[in-house]
Structure formats: C-alpha cells, structure tokens
C-alpha cells in the first residue's frame, strides 16, 4: 500500500468515526489489514492538515479541515494530488476524464475544484472516474495535455 493510500484511508476514518487518539486511527487500520505505527500516524494526520477539535460533551477528535471556498490550494499541491492519484487522461470536446484508484475520484476533484484554474469550469467525481469541465475557449485537449504535465505523465 501507497503512502498515498495510506493516508486516504485515514482521511475516510476520520469522516467514518470518532476518533480521539493516534492509537485509535492505527487499530482501525489495522482493522482493514493496514500495518502502521502511531509515528507513521502521526506523520500522516500532519501532512493531512488533521486537527482536533472540541465537540458537544468536552471531548476532542481529529478532523480534516476543508479548505475554504475561496482559498486557492498552491500548485504544488495540485502537482502531487494529480502525480499521487491520476492514473488515466482521456479528452472529448471540452471535457476531460480522469481515472483515479477506486474510492480517489473525489480526492483529485477537490484539488482541482479549489486549484483556481481558469481553463477548468468545475468537476463531477464518482468513485474512481471523474469529469472535468474544460472552459470554452481552451478545450479538453489542451488541458488533458496540461493536467498530464502537472501530474508528470508522458503525454
């Protein structure tokens, strides 16, 4: 298993489940069969952007900030999201699919929604396929070949 998956699993249990300690973020990996120390843990929930927060009773858990709709994410980001998780490119018109692992369609989506492209009007993701809305005037071949370049593909 890929760093990357890795740490989208951890991402989908902290959506899933309360958690308030490291030790319980690696004994639900393990529960999915995913070995890891609570330093590889701890490692994760940092690059993540997981922080904890109180809810109602006191108690506090590790959650995953959005980022904010009008914050616009920095191109290395989108560089290592695309690089990490865009398996296939393909273009039609004015859109352009994107193939992912299962279950990181959205992961890619994110990124690219709060990326603050111009040439990219908006995103659809399912599970491991998305459509990205390529602007008018640059087509999706133009920016299939762009996404392949920020993702470090061989157009």
């Given at each position: ?5 890795r ?23 393990e529960?999915?069969g995913?070995?890891?120390t609570q330093a590889t ?9 997981a922080i904890?927060v109180r ?5 506090t858990?590790y959650?995953?900030?959005e980022l904010p709709v009008?914050?616009v994410?920095p191109?290395d980001h989108?560089r290592r ?11 039609s018109?004015n859109?352009v699919v994107?193939r992912t692992?299962?279950?990181s369609?959205h992961v890619v989506?994110?990124a690219?929604d ?8 908006g ?6 396929t998305?459509?990205?809305v390529?602007a ?6 133009k ?9 470090g593909m061989d157009?």
């Amino acid at each position: 298993m890929t760093k990357a998956h890795r740490q989208h699993r951890v991402s989908s249990i902290l959506e899933e489940h309360t958690v308030t300690s490291q030790a319980q973020v690696v004994e639900f990996l393990e529960a999915k069969g995913i070995t890891a120390t609570q330093a590889t843990v701890s490692r994760d929930l940092d690059e993540l952007g997981a922080i904890k927060v109180r809810i109602s009773g006191g108690e506090t858990i590790y959650a995953i900030p959005e980022l904010p709709v009008d914050r616009v994410a920095p191109e290395d980001h989108l560089r290592r999201v695309l690089g990490d998780w865009m398996a296939d490119v393909v273009y039609s018109g004015n859109l352009v699919v994107l193939r992912t692992p299962p279950g990181s369609a959205h992961v890619v989506a994110s990124a690219l929604d709060r990326a603050g492209m111009n040439e990219i009007l908006g995103t659809v993701a399912g599970d491991d396929t998305m459509i990205v809305v390529a602007a008018e005037e640059v087509g999706g071949k133009k920016l299939a070949a762009r996404l392949r370049e920020l993702a470090g593909m061989d157009s």
